[in-house]
């Protein structure tokens, strides 16, 4: 199962708005609103950020949002600050009863 | 709030078997959730290894299908992975997690574990 396409990376000032997509297929992405988003910081574990595609969990600031169009997913994180600067990673439940990962996106806060 | 913890070797030889084992607590292995392994090789990004129900049953990522156990210690409370026949290509950090909800699998996190495959 070929991972979701992500950019390498994104850049954006303090306070402005950056967006990550995540394109998949038919039969993962464009199937399901199984969609999450994580973030990781160096050498931590991955936090859970979204899930079911626009949902934030408890504790998630709300300048963290997704949506979904398609075969695409999105990761709009607006008012940008310094802790935001990580990696950000898509996930999504497929066809096949499995689960798939993003290629990633660093994020950097200029 | 529940706590996951992945022990085991940090230093495996090439072609013998990783065993991995996530301790559990402030949850059940036995009553609820599905419980996944999730690894990422140094500087590369996460990869889905498969999950285990409460009940036992499993899923895996068909590409390590061939290798890849995952199994329940409900006496411990902890679930284990053993993936065989190891390559340079296994080493990465491995990571334990617990489920959300339906469909959403890594709400919680261990800390992940390095694991070298090296002779």
């Known amino acids: 199962q070929p991972a979701l396409t992500q950019p390498a990376s994104v850049s954006g000032s303090p306070g402005q708005s950056v967006t990550i997509s995540c394109t998949g297929t038919?039969?993962?992405?464009?199937?399901?609103?199984?969609v999450s988003w994580y973030q990781q910081h160096p050498d931590k574990a991955p936090k859970f950020m979204i899930y079911?595609?626009?949902n934030r969990p408890s504790g998630v600031s709300s300048r963290f949002s997704g949506s979904k169009s398609g075969n695409t997913a999105s990761l709009t994180i607006s008012g940008l600050q310094a802790e935001d600067e990580a990696d950000y990673y898509c996930s999504s439940y497929t066809s096949a009863n499995t689960y798939v990962f993003g290629t990633g996106t660093k994020v950097t806060v200029l | 709030q529940v706590q996951l913890q992945e022990s085991g070797p940090g230093l495996v030889k090439p072609s013998e078997t990783l065993s991995l084992t996530c301790g559990v607590s402030g949850a059940s292995v036995s009553r609820s959730n599905w419980w996944s392994w999730v690894r990422q090789p140094p500087g590369k990004g996460l990869e889905w290894i498969g999950e285990i129900s409460h009940s036992g049953s499993t899923n895996y990522n068909p590409s390590l299908k061939s290798r890849v156990t995952i199994s329940l210690d409900t006496s411990n409370n902890q679930f284990s992975l053993k993936l065989n026949s190891v390559t340079a290509a296994d080493t990465a950090v491995y990571y334990c997690?617990?489920?959300?909800?339906?469909?959403?699998?890594?709400?919680?996190w261990g800390p992940g574990t390095l694991v070298i495959v090296s002779s």
């Open positions: 997690a617990r489920d959300y909800t339906a469909y959403v699998p890594w709400g919680d």
């Open positions: 079911e595609v626009s």
């Open positions: 038919s039969s993962d992405v464009g199937a399901y609103n199984y």
